[in-house]
C-alpha cells in the first residue's frame, strides 16, 4: 500500500531564516505531488504541484519554491521566511486516475 | 469568482438530524469532484468521491453532483458528535491540468 511520509511535524523558524520541508510518497510510481498551505482559519491554498521529474507548477507567487528532485520525492523551500509564511504546510499524493489525492501528515510552521 | 465556494459555517445539526453541505465551482471542464473531512488539527481524510451527474451513496454519505449547476453536495444521514469536523469540497481542473483546488471548507458541530 501506499504512504507518504512528512517532516517535521512542527517547526518554528526566526523571519528571515531559510526553509526546507520534504515529502516522499512509497508503494507507488509516478504520483502527481502537491504542496498545500493552510493559514489559520482558512482553506487549503494549492502552492505547487508536479506531474514528474523536474516538472513543477507555480499557483501563487511568492518567495517559495519547489523542487522534484527523484520520483517519489517532493522538496519545499524558502530563502528567507515572512511572518505570513506561518501555517499548516501539507503534502499530497495522487495517481494519474484522478481519483483524488491522499495527505501527509502536516507541518506546522510558526514564523517568529 | 473563487474557483470553489463554500459556505464557512458553523452549520450545527443536532444528533441522529441530516447534514447538508454545499459546494459550487466555476471550471465547466471540471470531471472530478471530492469531499474531504478534516478533524481539528488533523490533515484531511478522503471520504467521498462523484464523477457523474446524480447521487452517490457510502453508508451514511451521499455525495450529489449537478454538472448543469456546477453543484455538488454532501449528505450526512444520522449525524453523530464524531462527524463534528470542516467538510472540504475539491475539484480536479479539468482542461488546465490535474491540479486539485479547494474550497474554504464547511465547519459541522453535531450536538449529542
Known amino acids: 500500500s501506499q504512504t507518504i511520509h512528512q517532516w517535521p511535524a512542527t517547526l518554528v523558524q526566526p523571519v528571515g531564516s531559510p526553509l526546507s520541508l520534504e515529502c516522499t510518497v512509497e508503494?507507488?510510481?509516478?504520483?502527481?505531488l502537491y504542496w498545500y498551505r493552510q493559514a489559520a482559519g482558512r482553506g487549503l491554498q494549492l502552492l505547487f504541484y508536479?506531474?514528474?521529474?523536474?516538472?513543477i507548477s507555480s499557483e501563487v507567487p511568492q518567495n517559495l519554491s519547489a523542487s522534484r528532485p527523484q520520483d517519489r520525492q517532493f522538496i519545499l523551500s524558502s530563502k528567507k521566511l515572512l511572518l505570513s509564511d506561518s501555517g499548516f504546510y501539507l503534502c499530497?499524493?495522487?495517481?494519474?486516475?484522478?481519483?483524488?489525492?491522499?495527505f501527509g501528515q502536516g507541518t506546522r510552521l510558526t514564523v517568529v | 469568482q473563487k474557483e470553489v465556494e463554500q459556505n464557512s459555517g458553523p452549520l450545527s445539526v443536532p444528533e441522529g438530524a441530516i447534514a447538508s453541505l454545499n459546494c459550487t465551482y466555476s471550471?465547466?471542464?471540471?470531471?472530478?469532484f471530492f469531499w474531504y473531512r478534516q478533524y481539528s488539527g488533523k490533515s484531511p481524510e478522503l471520504i467521498m468521491s462523484?464523477?457523474?451527474?446524480g447521487d452517490k451513496e457510502d453508508g451514511r454519505f451521499t455525495a450529489q453532483l449537478n454538472k448543469a449547476s456546477q453543484y455538488v453536495s454532501l449528505l450526512i444521514r444520522d449525524s453523530q458528535p464524531s462527524d463534528s469536523a470542516t467538510y472540504l469540497c475539491?475539484?480536479?481542473?479539468?482542461?488546465?491540468?490535474?491540479?486539485?483546488?479547494f474550497g474554504k471548507g464547511t465547519t459541522l458541530s453535531v450536538s449529542s
Open positions: 462523484i464523477y457523474s451527474n
Open positions: 475539491a475539484v480536479q481542473r479539468g482542461q488546465a491540468g490535474t491540479a486539485l483546488i
Open positions: 508536479s506531474v514528474g521529474i523536474g516538472q
Open positions: 499530497a499524493w495522487s495517481l494519474q486516475d484522478r481519483k483524488g489525492a491522499f
Open positions: 508503494g507507488t510510481s509516478n504520483p502527481n
Open positions: 471550471d465547466r471542464g471540471s470531471q472530478s
